[in-house]
C-alpha cells in the first residue's frame, strides 16, 4: 500500500461529509514527493479510516483507544477457541515449529511427579519442554508488544523474553539456599548461576547475532542497519562486560598476591556493583523511551517498510489483550516448573555424565533460555528488519548485563546466599573478546552471511571449550601448582587485552 492510498482512503472517509473529494489527489501527490527522500520520518505509516470516520487498521477492525494499530484484535476478552488458534498459527514458522515439542513439556512433568527415579529423562524432556514454554512467552509479550509504541513495545518485548531467565536464576539461587540450609558447611554451588549469565551474553551476541547476520546474509546480499542502534548497543556491553569483569580482576589479582581468600570483600564489590549496574539500566530505559524516544521511533518504523511480507502479518488474528495476558501466565507457568525440574537434575548431570559447571552455565542453559528471542530475532533479520533484530539482540544483552544480573545479586544478597561476580578466568576473558569481535562486525553499519557464519564458529569453538573445561568443584583441577598456572596465564592474558 503506497502512502498517497493512505491519504486517499483518509480523505474519502470524510469526502462525502466535508465536500472535500477533490483534496485526496492532491495531498496523496505531495505525500508522494515527500516519501521519496528516503528519511525515517517519510516512511511512517499513517492511519486509515472507515466510512464513519473511525481510526481502523489493515484488518478492517476499529481501533481501541490506547491501543497501537497493528496490535488490534477487533475483539473483546477472551474466547477459547480464538485463543488455542491464533496460538498454534499466528506466529512465525520457525516459533511454529517449536510448538510440536509440547508434549516433552507435559512428559516432564509426568515424569517428574510419577517417576522420579529417571532423572536422565527428566532432565532430558525438561530441557526440550522448556523451549516451547519459553516461545509462548516470547509470542504473548510480542503480541502485547504490537499494542504499544514502538520502542516500548521492543523493550516490553524483550523484558518478557528475560523473565525466562530471571526464573531460571532464582530457581538456582535458592537451590544454593537450600544446599546451606542442608549443610551449613558446605559452600554452596553457584558457579553455573555465573556461567550462565555470561553464557546468556555470549549466546545472544555471538550465536544468535551471528545466525541473524547468516540466514539474512543467505537471502539479501548486504543488510544494513542505523548507527543509533549498533553504536548504543556494542558501546553499552562493552561498558557492562568490564563492569562484570572488574570484581573477577579484583579477586585473581589479590589472591595472587596474598594467597588468601576475600570473599567478605569479593561480595561488597558484587553487591556495590549490582546498583550500579542498576542505575546504569535506568539511564538506559530512560535514553531509550523519554529523551531519544523519537530517534527510534522513526528507525523502527521505516525497519517495517523493508518488511516484504509486512501486509500478511497485520492481517493475521490477533490476541486480545486478555488473552494475551492469560497467555503469559500459562507460559510463566510452565517455564518455573521446567526450570525447577532442569535446577534439581543438575547435580545428578554433573556427577555422573561428566558435564561441567561452564559447560551446563554458558552452553546448555542460555541455549534453551533464550530461544524464543533467538527466533524472534532471527526471523525479523530474514525480512530485512535488522534495526529490530539487533534491538532484540543487543537489548537481550543489555538487559542480562544491567538488569538480570544485578537482580540474581541482590537476591542472593536477600537469601543471604554469597552470589559474587567472581567469574572463571576462561568465562571473563572469552566475554570481552566476544564483545570486541561484535563491535567490529557493527562498525561499518552492514552485515554479511560471512560475519554470521564466523560469530558461529567462535561460538562453537567456546562450546568445545567449555565441554572440556576442567569443574575445580567435583574434583578436577584442584592442586595448587595448577591454580597457580591458571592465575600466572589470566594475568599475563589480562595485559594482554
Known amino acids: 500500500m503506497t502512502r498517497a492510498s493512505v491519504f486517499r482512503r483518509r480523505d474519502q472517509a470524510y469526502g462525502d461529509k466535508d465536500g472535500v473529494n477533490g483534496g485526496a489527489t492532491s495531498r496523496g501527490n505531495d505525500q508522494e514527493k515527500r516519501s521519496q527522500d528516503g528519511s525515517p520520518a517519510a516512511n511512517k505509516q499513517l492511519p486509515l479510516y472507515n466510512q464513519d470516520g473511525h481510526q481502523v487498521n489493515h484488518a478492517g477492525h476499529k481501533v481501541t483507544p490506547g491501543i497501537q494499530p497493528d496490535g488490534e484484535s477487533g475483539r473483546k476478552w477472551f474466547n477459547p477457541l480464538h485463543f488455542f488458534r491464533i496460538c498454534w498459527t499466528s506466529s512465525c514458522t520457525a516459533s511454529r515449529y517449536t510448538n510440536v515439542l509440547w508434549p516433552f513439556t507435559i512428559a516432564a512433568m509426568v515424569l517428574h511427579f510419577g517417576f522420579r527415579d529417571l532423572e536422565l529423562w527428566i532432565f532430558i524432556t525438561a530441557y526440550i519442554g522448556m523451549v516451547p514454554a519459553a516461545n509462548l512467552v516470547g509470542f504473548a509479550g510480542q503480541e502485547l508488544a504490537r499494542k504499544m509504541p514502538k520502542v516500548a513495545g521492543v523493550m516490553i518485548e524483550t523484558t518478557f523474553g528475560s523473565v525466562v531467565e530471571i526464573i531460571l536464576f532464582t530457581v538456582l539461587i535458592v537451590k544454593a539456599k537450600h544446599q546451606m540450609e542442608a549443610d551449613p558447611n558446605a559452600e554452596p554451588n553457584t558457579a553455573v548461576i555465573r556461567a550462565a549469565i555470561l553464557g546468556s551474553i555470549l549466546a545472544n551476541m555471538l550465536l544468535c547475532l551471528g545466525l541473524c547476520f547468516f540466514v539474512g546474509g543467505i537471502f539479501h546480499p548486504q543488510q544494513v ?11 553499552l556491553m562493552l561498558v557492562a562486560g568490564m563492569a562484570l569483569v572488574i570484581p573477577t580482576i579484583y579477586y585473581n589479582t589479590l589472591l595472587d598476591r596474598t594467597g588468601e581468600p576475600i570473599s567478605a570483600e569479593s561480595l561488597k564489590i558484587a553487591r556495590a556493583t549490582a546498583i550500579v ?18 530517534l527510534y521511533e522513526d528507525i523502527l518504523e521505516a525497519d517495517e517498510e523493508r518488511d516484504h511480507d509486512r501486509h500478511k502479518d497485520l492481517r493475521k488474528p490477533k490476541l486480545t489483550l486478555t488473552e494475551a495476558i492469560l497467555a503469559l501466565i500459562i507460559a510463566l507457568t510452565f517455564v518455573a516448573f521446567m526450570a525447577v525440574f532442569l535446577v534439581e537434575k543438575i547435580e545428578y548431570m554433573i556427577a555422573n555424565h561428566n558435564l561441567s559447571d561452564a559447560f551446563l552455565g554458558l552452553i546448555l542453559i542460555p541455549i534453551v533460555e533464550k530461544a524464543s528471542e533467538h527466533i524472534t530475532a532471527v526471523d525479523e533479520a530474514y525480512d530485512n528488519q535488522m534495526n529490530f ?3 532484540h539482540v543487543l537489548g537481550a544483552s543489555i538487559q542480562t548485563a544491567l538488569l538480570n544480573t544485578p537482580i540474581v545479586v541482590l537476591i542472593g ?8 561476580l567472581d567469574f572463571e578466568i576462561f568465562d571473563a576473558i572469552v566475554l570481552i573478546l566476544a564483545i570486541i569481535v561484535v563491535g567490529n562486525f557493527l562498525r561499518d553499519e552492514k552485515s554479511d552471511y560471512l560475519e554470521g557464519a564466523l560469530c558461529v564458529f567462535v561460538y562453537i ?5 567449555a565441554f572440556f573445561y576442567p569443574d575445580p568443584q567435583h574434583g578436577q583441577g584442584t592442586s595448587s601448582a595448577h591454580s597457580e598456572a591458571m592465575t600466572e596465564g589470566a594475568a599475563r592474558m589480562l595485559k594482554l587485552i
Open 461 to 465: 569453538l567456546i562450546a568445545i571449550c
Open 225 to 235: 542497519f542505523h548507527e543509533a542502534v549498533s553504536e548504543v548497543g556494542s558501546n
Open 277 to 294: 549496574l542498576l542505575v546504569a539500566f535506568c539511564v538506559y530505559v530512560w535514553f531509550q523511551a523519554r529523551s531519544h524516544h523519537g
Open 413 to 420: 544478597w536477600g537469601l543471604h546466599v554469597p552470589m559474587s
Open 389 to 391: 533484530a539487533l534491538s
